[in-house]
């Protein structure tokens, strides 16, 4: 089990894991975010066989798991920001950032905003990347949102609700698998500054008719950072053909579909996912940052820019992988 540290970043407390060699300082970084409503333990199939090789570090969301929910900005690029000073905080210079869900579109600004820090970009089922997403999430923007979720996580609909949640999760349909995360999410959401964080959050990224953010119009930037994308072939939060589509923006990104997997593959099959990141990191050079050639590319524009053909992986549940 690994130990939550803490450290209070613009006066706020921050709860985060870090593991990795002790006896290779120059091991690469790799930092891992986390999804709507989630926390750090959205990774904890993974960390430890990552920390073999890589230092990880895994934090709480401002607003989520341990770290402070206070009245702050929870946009994505307040949240980018956090994490550019998290890593600086840490002594972290540089790192592969890995996002899931809200947290991809969060390490996607960070890699916007902090090229000179990125090394490499994973998108797992990331938010940002198509208008699409499931109607629960953008119920959550709607009047009288924050009333009924206060009163569904009241302490006896709440242990009905997460007791259902978690028996239908046992189902190992595309219907249902995902379901024992849902009632973790509930079972967060029973504190005010909880849902006061994630209301606040959903809102600026997601209105009645779907996603507002997205990093398509700037993934063409990609060009100099290497990128992967990882998707849930049967993920009803975000649908897979976001990830599909991303590579008309970004060429040079690397696909992977896990069949049969809904929206956290990670978790369903971490063995594959580490070998997958493994061999990303170990497959690419880490980004450098010029700032010339930045800005050549944003005159350019993505318009400009010849597609390359990539093609899309299918990771079977074995760990073999096939050309699609």
């Not at 690994?2 to 006896?23: I, M």
């Not at 600086?88 to 947290?103: C, E, M, N, R």
């Not at 699409?132 to 009333?147: D, F, G, K, N, Q």
């Amino acid at each position: 089990m690994l130990e939550t540290q803490f450290v209070t970043v613009h006066g706020h407390k921050r709860a985060y894991v870090k593991a990795g060699p002790t006896d290779r300082p120059g091991a690469p970084v790799i930092l891992l975010l986390h999804g709507l409503g989630c926390d750090r333990h959205t990774w904890d199939e993974v960390i430890e066989d990552l920390a073999a090789t890589f230092v990880v570090i895994a934090p709480d969301f401002l607003g989520h798991g341990e770290s402070a929910k206070p009245r702050a900005d929870y946009s994505v690029a307040g949240y980018a920001n956090g994490m550019r000073d998290l890593l600086t905080v840490l002594g972290v210079d540089k790192a592969t950032v890995v996002g899931h869900s809200f947290g991809g579109g969060v390490a996607a600004q960070f890699a916007y905003q902090f090229p000179e820090r990125t090394e490499r970009l994973v998108l797992v089922d990331s938010g940002g990347m198509g208008k699409e997403v499931t109607p629960l999430i953008r119920a959550y923007t709607l009047p009288l949102s924050m009333t009924v979720v206060a009163l569904a996580t009241l302490p006896g609909p709440r242990h009905v609700l997460t007791a259902g949640l978690r028996s239908l999760g046992r189902i190992d349909s595309k219907l249902t698998r995902d379901l024992g995360e849902v009632a973790t999410i509930v079972e967060a959401l029973k504190a005010p500054r909880m849902r006061y964080a994630l209301n606040r959050l959903v809102n600026g990224v997601i209105d009645y008719r779907g996603q507002v953010v997205t990093i398509r119009d700037r993934a063409y930037l990609t060009e100099e950072m290497p990128m992967a994308v990882i998707w849930g072939a049967e993920d009803l939060v975000l649908p897979a053909k976001q990830g599909r589509e991303i590579l008309e923006f970004a060429p040079n990104a690397q696909l992977t579909i896990f069949p049969k997997v809904g929206h956290f593959p990670m978790k369903k099959y971490p063995e594959e996912f580490v070998r997958l990141l493994k061999d990303f990191v170990d497959s690419t050079e880490p980004a450098k940052y010029h700032r010339a050639r930045w800005r050549a590319l944003l005159k350019a524009g993505a318009k400009q820019r010849p597609l390359r053909v990539v093609s899309e992986m299918t990771m079977a549940p074995s760990g073999s992988s096939t050309d699609a």
